[in-house]
T-cell receptor
Framework: GENVEQHPSTLSVQEGDSAVIKCTYSDSASNYFPWYKQELGKRPQLIIDIRSNVGEKKDQRIAVTLNKTAKHFSLHITETQPEDSAVYFCAASMGSGGYNKLIFGAGTRLAVHP | KAGVTQTPRYLIKTRGQQVTLSCSPISGHRSVSWYQQTPGQGLQFLFEYFSETQRNKGNFPGRFSGRQFSNSRSEMNVSTLELGDSALYLC?????????????FGQGTRLTVV
């Protein structure tokens, strides 16, 4: 079935450390993998995304890697700051063709301690 | 450019009633998707509309329905409300080009069923 597993569910790091969140998807036809950050009481906001024809993408302190063979993708945040504290969701598009059906992981609550 | 607007922001309804939620996408966006967010189930896909047609549907009962108007605004309706329908309902709009593009979320409508 359509499923995205996300680990860990909670992550606590010290300011300046790195944080890694991992996701596994089930649909081999998935070709778009966004990551969203949701702060308390706010809407989810896209922080980075990757398509299936790319293995890695970086944007300042944030990077995402994709292993299509293993159907894994991961979010890496370096030099974490207290403002990185939020819930992070991975998602995978179900099917191809540009249809906007995203299946989300259960979320990771990241806490960055000063 | 105005973001995705959802109305109302908050709703309290009684079991058995019906409710209609509204979503105005970003100007120029033709795809609108709806998601249900609950603490226990995370973000779950309800349906997607594009050019007034439902293209995708999630695993929700028939009590959940939606529609899209010619100006791309969308509404979702939930009939015969149950306590378990209490959730944050988020809509997301995308500029559809045939490949997956970023989904921009609205602030959501928080529905409480009593």
């Amino acid at each position: 079935g359509e499923n995205v597993e996300q680990h860990p569910s909670t992550l606590s790091v010290q300011e300046g450390d790195s944080a890694v969140i991992k996701c596994t998807y089930s649909d081999s036809a998935s070709n778009y993998f966004p990551w969203y950050k949701q702060e308390l009481g706010k809407r989810p906001q896209l922080i980075i995304d990757i398509r299936s024809n790319v293995g890695e993408k970086k944007d300042q302190r944030i990077a995402v890697t994709l292993n299509k063979t293993a159907k894994h993708f991961s979010l890496h945040i370096t030099e974490t700051q207290p403002e990185d504290s939020a819930v992070y969701f991975c998602a995978a598009s179900m099917g191809s063709g540009g249809y906007n059906k995203l299946i989300f992981g259960a979320g990771t609550r990241l806490a960055v301690h000063p | 450019k105005a973001g995705v607007t959802q109305t109302p922001r908050y709703l309290i309804k009684t079991r058995g009633q019906q409710v209609t939620l509204s979503c105005s996408p970003i100007s120029g966006h033709r795809s609108v998707s709806w998601y249900q967010q609950t603490p226990g189930q995370g973000l779950q896909f309800l349906f997607e509309y594009f050019s007034e047609t439902q293209r995708n549907k999630g695993n929700f009962p028939g009590r959940f329905s939606g529609r899209q108007f010619s100006n791309s605004r969308s509404e979702m309706n939930v009939s015969t409300l149950e306590l378990g329908d209490s959730a944050l309902y988020l809509c997301a709009s995308s500029f559809q080009t045939g490949v997956n593009t970023e989904a921009f979320f609205g602030q959501g409508t928080r529905l409480t069923v009593v």
